[in-house]
């Protein structure tokens, strides 16, 4: 049984695609992310086949640590790279071209009746998996030009 928490970087899956990302020079990562928001875009139905919503939920969040109102991201980032538990995952440059896409991707996994909302064992692990989404959507938003 893998590890899941409420926040963005707080599963196994999530770990394992932050890794797979830290392995692409920083300069390639946000072509890799687009890739990634597009393809879950043009297939939802690969959805637990191709790509899980905890990665998605992870990737989002990579992108809202680089907005205006991301801060809390980076710094959950940040602290990774320090206790060792992830590579530097952080983008070389903001990255505000990739919020739209990162906002529809994450409405797709995290939306209102969303698989990455479902199954939480506890009330209060739902309200905080339904903040976690809040915050991460208000952020994408803002910067990507979408209406709050």
Known sequence: MGTFGTGPFSSDGAMDFLEELAERPPERRGPALARMFLFVKDNPE????????DEVVAAAAV?????PGGQQFDERLEALVEHDLVSDVRLAAPAPDLASAALQALTFVAGPGG???????????????????????????LDGGAPE
Do not use: H, Y
């Not at 690969?46 to 919503?53: D, K, S, V």
């Not at 992108?63 to 907005?67: D, H, K, P």
């Not at 909302?117 to 994408?140: C, I, K, Y």
């Open 63 to 67: 992108v809202a640590a680089t907005l």
């Open 115 to 141: 698989p990455w909302l479902q199954g939480w064992t506890s009330d209060a692990d739902a309200a905080e998996a339904r903040e976690t989404v809040a915050v991460l959507s208000r952020v994408l938003a």
């Open 46 to 53: 690969l959805l637990w086949r191709e790509f899980f919503p």
